[in-house]
């Protein structure tokens, strides 16, 4: 009994010491000793679609979820063509997610006709169409723009849309939008950034299918969101859709996914399947980690966690490089 009293102090120091550090005082913190910031993100939903009492089921998933600040849906919002009745069933099928939620425009939303050719094959719609398209998109959802920004903790999330009406590729950003997207990066250099968009990055996949990195299947215009992101190294993370790429696909998560060896690009499986997955964005002060659900097994998915530290942090007002 002595001897236990004889260490009983600086047994009691030490706790007290961890119990401080992992508090977060003297700007050390640690990502368990926060609540993270949770981001659930949707690959194409392609509404109504395929399978939709199991898209349905995963809108229940996520709303049982109780710390879920944002649902992220990467574009393809509508099924097919854009049409008025497919984006009435969007609007009442996001009705039911109990979340904030912000939705990207894909090119299903707004680049083709109402009506298909005789053959089936869609009609690319006249840059005035394109304009209706994407104010059909704004309108449906209540949404003041359809290209956004916002700031979470530290972190500064970008929201960019297809959006380009004079062009016949699938995923390209206007120039007013690419402007846009170079005043906001340079007035927030010091915040973490991630940007959500339709399309990967060149690079970012090998080549499993022929339309793979293609013009048609990357974020456009490629070569100057090259120098943008070049110019901007508080970038570091890129999620996307499009691609339509499995959690079961060897390139899901791979050393192929960072592009220039820097920025990640985050893949989405679309939601037109059996088997549908979610990656889920926890934001640490110091770092983001990654998961993806299973939702037909209902569970997380082993092996397919991925940590990211931010290239430049902010913690307490005080500068961190990693």
């Not at 550090?21 to 993100?41: D, E, I, K, N, R």
């Not at 425009?105 to 009506?115: A, C, T």
């Not at 110091?286 to 966690?305: C, F, M, N, Q």
Request: hydrophobic letters at 40%; glycine letters at 6%.
């Amino acid at each position: 009994m002595k001897t236990i009293n004889k260490f009983l102090p600086p047994l009691v120091i030490l706790l007290g010491l961890v119990a401080w550090l992992l508090s977060g005082s003297g700007h050390l913190l640690s990502a368990g000793s926060q609540t993270p910031h949770h981001l659930v993100v949707l690959g194409d939903p392609h509404i109504p679609g395929k399978f939709l009492p199991e898209k349905e089921a995963v809108i229940r998933t996520i709303n049982s979820w109780p710390d879920v600040k944002l649902v992220v849906a990467v574009g393809d919002i509508c099924e097919d063509l854009g049409t008025e009745p497919e984006y009435a069933a969007a609007k009442q099928f996001f009705g039911r997610l109990a979340k904030p939620w912000v939705l990207i425009p894909g090119n299903h939303d707004f680049i083709y006709e109402d009506v298909k050719m005789p053959d089936g094959k869609r009609i690319k719609g006249a840059p005035s169409a394109r304009q209706k398209k994407l104010a059909r998109f704004q309108k449906s959802f209540g949404i003041p723009a359809i290209y956004q920004s916002k700031l979470v903790d530290n972190y500064l999330l970008i929201f960019l849309a297809t959006d380009d009406r004079q062009s016949d590729q699938l995923a390209r950003i206007s120039p007013k939008q690419l402007a846009w997207l170079r005043s906001v990066l340079k007035s927030h250099r010091k915040n973490p950034t991630i940007i959500f968009f339709h399309a990967p990055l060149y690079g970012t996949l090998s080549s499993f299918s022929s339309y793979i990195n293609t013009k048609d299947f990357i974020a456009q215009p490629q070569d100057e969101l090259h120098e943008i992101l070049q110019n901007n190294p508080q970038v570091f993370l890129w999620v996307s859709g499009h691609t339509h790429v499995p959690a079961t696909n060897k390139d899901f998560r791979s050393a192929l996914n960072y592009y220039e060896n820097r920025v990640y690009t985050l893949h989405n499986a679309d939601m037109n399947r059996k088997t549908m997955w979610t990656n889920s964005l926890f934001l640490f002060p110091d770092k983001v980690v990654i998961k993806t659900y299973d939702h037909r097994l209902g569970a997380w998915s082993p092996g397919l966690e991925k940590t990211l530290i931010p290239p430049r942090l902010l913690i307490r007002g005080r500068q961190l490089h990693q």
